[in-house]
């Protein structure tokens, strides 16, 4: 079957590093995407992996590991516009390009 | 320049009645999604086509029915709408490649209200 999960919600100060799990059970496997999703706005896209190991985009990393079926979005120096929710994607193996979704972790940064 | 542009935004309307939603990307992408996202922010994939092709039709009531009259453009028709069809619904594209630069990009979102 498919599943992705994440935590549903977290919080965490300004200025702090948050880190954000995600684990997979999907079909196949042809990358793992994050995005971040505002309220009321469309996800945008943060990252991309799809080998083992650490990107790094300024404040946001992403790290993988396939074998774990295990995936995290480390946010640091938080902001008060990080406040959104970030969602954990998949995209399966097989030609169809059919990207499977989590349910989402709504992050809180407080003051 | 959108991207991926929507239209409408806000839909409101009666049960029973049949509605459409459009959806056009200027990305020159050849993938194109519809996406339903309910109240607990799931978003859950409901079509695909790839060049004008359908290649994934995930458990929708046959009430919902794409139509891709080239690959720049994904529409979503309605019939017979139902109190559970409220929800946002997001069209997305991508370029079908394994590779970076192959992430989906999504259009504003239709948040469809039935009453």
């Known amino acids: 079957g498919q599943n992705i999960d994440q935590p549903t919600e977290m919080t965490a100060t300004e200025g702090a590093i948050v880190q954000i799990n995600c684990t997979y059970q999907?079909?196949?496997?042809?990358?793992l995407f994050w995005y971040q999703q505002h309220a009321g706005e469309a996800p945008t896209f943060l990252s991309y992996n799809v080998l083992d190991g650490l990107e790094e985009k300024g404040r946001f990393s992403s790290f993988l590991s396939r074998s774990k079926g295990y995936s995290y979005l480390l946010l640091k120096e938080l902001q008060m516009k990080d406040s959104a929710s970030y969602l954990c994607?998949?995209?399966?193996?097989?030609?169809?390009?059919?990207?499977?979704f989590g349910t989402g972790t709504r992050l809180k940064v407080l003051a | 320049d959108t991207a991926v542009s929507q239209t409408p935004k806000y839909l409101v309307t009666q049960m029973g009645n049949d509605k459409s939603i459009k959806c056009e990307q200027n990305?020159?992408?050849?993938?194109m999604y519809w996406y339903k996202q309910d109240s607990k922010k799931f978003l859950k994939i409901m079509f695909s086509?790839?060049?004008?092709?359908?290649?994934i039709n995930e458990t929708v009531p046959n009430r919902f029915s794409p139509k891709s009259p080239d690959k720049a453009h994904l529409n979503l028709h309605i019939n017979s709408l139902e109190l559970g069809d409220s929800a946002v619904y997001f069209c997305a594209s991508t370029r079908t490649r394994d590779s970076r630069g192959s992430e989906a990009f999504f259009g504003q979102g239709t948040r469809l209200t039935v009453v």
């Open positions: 086509y790839n060049n004008k092709e359908l290649i």
């Open positions: 999907t079909s196949g496997f042809n990358g």
């Open positions: 994607a998949v995209r399966e193996s097989g030609g169809t390009y059919k990207y499977i």
């Open positions: 990305l020159g992408h050849d993938t």
